[in-house]
């Protein structure tokens, strides 16, 4: 016999509380919102304000205008060996705790430190987020984002109800989870469609090239290639070199989507990406 809680929400006309009731609808705006900041915190955006002034100071370094910066001024070697001692047991004492600090902030970089500016780009350039999108921040985060995607149930979509769309629902909020995601997805299909159907010189392929190596090449020199003068290059021409490529993946990426796809090819792949977010369940929140 029915209990007196199940008789009482059917007289209210209650449905019983299922998984596919846990997902929430997305709105227009929040789509917007969300381009906008995926836009406006990538790596392109937060630092093509300082473009301008890496390509100078990189100039008069190599003009011999500037010079490079050094964190310490030479001293006398007898001050050097008294302070160096000195120094010896403090250091020592202190290593764990900034070994800690330097955890607690592994993304802060300090004023004019070119270097960690470079190493932050290339955490952010990871191989799994090579557009440099505001999120994922990391690409540890990165690849767990796509571990995250290819974990999600397959049920081949929600349940009918009687009131509201679970179906657009469902679309709206895997859509919304996994936007990132995503889009390096129609960005892999563009590469490989401009590589294998269009030409072997279309641009979009060789420039996701280029920037994975502007950002693997050492600051100095390559065992591998002593020729390279690649110490020779200062660091500030290296991060606006890797600034320029990132913004030249984006362009051309909009460029092959947009206007190098036909519009029989478009409804394909927008439908791919549309049937992969209506037949998996959203994670739980």
């Known amino acids: 016999m029915p209990s007196k809680a199940k008789q009482a929400d059917r007289k209210a006309g209650k449905q019983p509380k299922n998984q596919e009731d846990d ?10 919102d969300l381009a906008k900041s995926m836009v406006m915190g ?18 008069a370094i190599i003009k011999g205008e500037k010079k490079v910066e050094q964190n310490k001024e030479e001293k006398p070697k007898e001050e050097a060996k008294e302070e160096k001692e000195e120094n010896e047991q403090e250091s020592k004492e202190g290593e764990d705790k900034e070994n800690i600090a330097n955890k607690a902030v592994s993304d802060f970089v300090v004023e004019n430190d070119v270097c960690g500016l470079f190493n932050k780009i290339s955490s952010r350039l990871h191989w799994s987020n090579p557009l440099g999108l505001a999120t994922p921040a990391s690409g540890e985060d990165s690849v767990k984002a796509w571990k995250a ?19 657009m629902e469902r679309i709206s909020a895997n859509l919304y989870n996994n936007f990132a995601q995503y889009v390096h997805i129609l960005l892999l299909l563009m590469v490989v469609r401009a590589f294998l159907f269009r030409s072997f010189f279309a641009c979009l392929p060789w420039l996701i090239g280029y920037q994975f190596l502007s950002l693997f090449l050492p600051l100095d020199k390559l065992p591998q290639a002593p020729q390279l003068p690649l110490d020779k290059v200062p660091v500030e021409i290296r991060v606006a070199i890797t ?43």
């Open 23 to 32: 997902e929430v609808s997305v709105t227009a705006g929040s789509f917007t």
């Open 42 to 59: 990538s790596v392109l955006a937060e630092n093509g304000k300082n473009f301008p002034y890496l390509v100078q100071d990189g100039i």
């Open 149 to 167: 995607l290819k974990g999600l149930d397959l049920d081949f979509g929600p349940r009918a109800k009687r009131k509201g769309n679970p179906g």
């Open 243 to 285: 600034l320029v490529l990132n913004g030249l993946v984006q362009l051309f990426f909009v460029y092959e989507l947009l206007w190098k796809t036909y519009f029989f090819e478009k409804i394909p792949l927008m439908g791919l990406i549309v049937f992969h977010a209506y037949a998996v369940r959203p994670a739980e929140a």
